[in-house]
């Protein structure tokens, strides 16, 4: 019998470029090619508005089995929404405040080239934290993330915190190009596996898979088969590769039925 198989796959990175719509091009090739095949889902750590303004227009439910926004602590199965945790009832108001003040101290003595707006989202089970501001434009976004890559301002930023705050059970990982998330530990993008029943196996595609990253979690987790992506592009190569190697193992199952006789 031939197994029954989910694709989940993260947003920013794998199924688009950081922050962009998702290219009609490979929405078609998604939803008439893939979804022949297999069941699909996705997994943000930004909140359900962004995810919805990245996977183009239409209804979201419709073209995905399961949508996970924050790292699957916002879900949903067949447009039907799954219980959820908040932030501030694992922390507690008092630890929460603490560690965001913090945070806007550390922030208004950092030096950058340039700072915008928005430097704390506050989403529904995790804080995600940008530096430099998440009102920046695209411009800006690439150049924060060039200045970054050479100055390790997040990496940086996170073994503070990690030293200030040892005893909060925090998890810290950084995505895309300028803010990292930070969430109870338990509450990265392995969280949503615990929804996801009654397949025999789930290839989960992401491009931060390294340590520290918000795909590594799930990535190197024994309940997925990972495949790690570098671009919308390259996500779409090896879906091809994997359809057709599903569809030769279907076709040898099927000539190794044995003949009955009447």
Same mark, same amino acid.
Request: glycine share 8%; aromatic share 12%.
């Given at each position: 019998?031939?197994?029954?198989?989910?694709?989940?796959?993260?947003?920013?990175?794998?199924?688009?470029?950081?922050?962009?719509?998702?290219?009609?091009?490979?929405?078609?090739?998604?939803?008439?090619?893939?979804?022949?095949?297999?069941?699909? %889902?996705?997994?943000?750590?930004?909140?359900?508005?962004?995810?919805?303004?990245?996977?183009?227009?239409?209804?979201?439910?419709?073209?995905?089995?399961?949508?996970? %926004?924050?790292?699957?602590?916002? %879900?949903?199965?067949?447009?039907?929404?799954?219980?959820?945790?908040?932030? @501030?009832?694992?922390?507690?108001?008092?630890?929460?405040?603490?560690?965001?003040?913090?945070?806007?101290?550390?922030?208004?003595?950092?030096?950058?080239?340039?700072?915008?707006?928005?430097?704390? #989202?506050?989403?529904?089970?995790?804080?995600?934290?940008?530096?430099?501001?998440?009102?920046?434009?695209?411009?800006?976004?690439?150049?924060?993330?060039?200045?970054?890559? #050479?100055?390790?301002?997040?990496?940086?930023?996170?073994?503070?915190?990690?030293? #200030?705050?040892?005893?909060?059970?925090?998890?810290?990982?950084?995505?895309? @190009?300028?803010?990292?998330?930070?969430?109870?530990?338990?509450?990265?993008?392995?969280?949503?596996?615990?929804?996801?029943?009654?397949?025999?196996?789930?290839?989960?595609?992401?491009?931060?898979?390294?340590?520290?990253?918000?795909?590594? #979690?799930?990535?190197?987790?024994?309940?997925?088969?990972?495949?790690?992506?570098?671009?919308?592009?390259?996500?779409?190569?090896?879906?091809?590769?994997?359809?057709?190697?599903?569809?030769?193992?279907?076709?040898?199952?099927?000539?190794?039925?044995?003949?009955?006789?009447?």
């Amino acid at each position: 019998m031939s197994k029954k198989i989910i694709c989940l796959f993260d947003v920013d990175g794998t199924l688009t470029e950081p922050q962009q719509p998702i290219s009609p091009r490979f929405e078609k090739f998604l939803l008439e090619t893939v979804k022949k095949e297999f069941d699909i %889902a996705v997994i943000g750590g930004s909140d359900l508005n962004k995810i919805q303004k990245q996977l183009g227009s239409g209804n979201l439910f419709e073209k995905y089995k399961y949508v996970f %926004a924050e790292n699957g602590l916002i %879900a949903f199965k067949n447009g039907k929404a799954l219980p959820s945790q908040m932030i @501030q009832d694992i922390l507690g108001e008092d630890s929460l405040q603490d560690f965001i003040n913090f945070i806007l101290r550390y922030i208004s003595e950092l030096k950058l080239p340039f700072k915008r707006g928005t430097f704390i #989202e506050f989403r529904t089970g995790m804080l995600n934290i940008s530096p430099v501001g998440r009102n920046c434009s695209k411009k800006e976004r690439e150049q924060f993330y060039e200045y970054d890559n #050479e100055h390790h301002i997040r990496e940086k930023f996170i073994q503070v915190l990690k030293k #200030e705050f040892p005893d909060l059970g925090l998890t810290y990982s950084i995505g895309g @190009q300028i803010s990292f998330d930070v969430y109870p530990i338990g509450c990265d993008k392995t969280y949503c596996l615990r929804h996801i029943q009654g397949y025999d196996e789930i290839h989960f595609f992401g491009d931060k898979t390294a340590e520290g990253g918000n795909d590594y #979690e799930i990535y190197e987790s024994d309940l997925t088969i990972g495949h790690r992506v570098t671009c919308p592009k390259d996500t779409m190569n090896q879906l091809n590769v994997l359809i057709t190697l599903i569809k030769e193992n279907r076709e040898k199952e099927q000539l190794n039925i044995p003949l009955q006789c009447v």
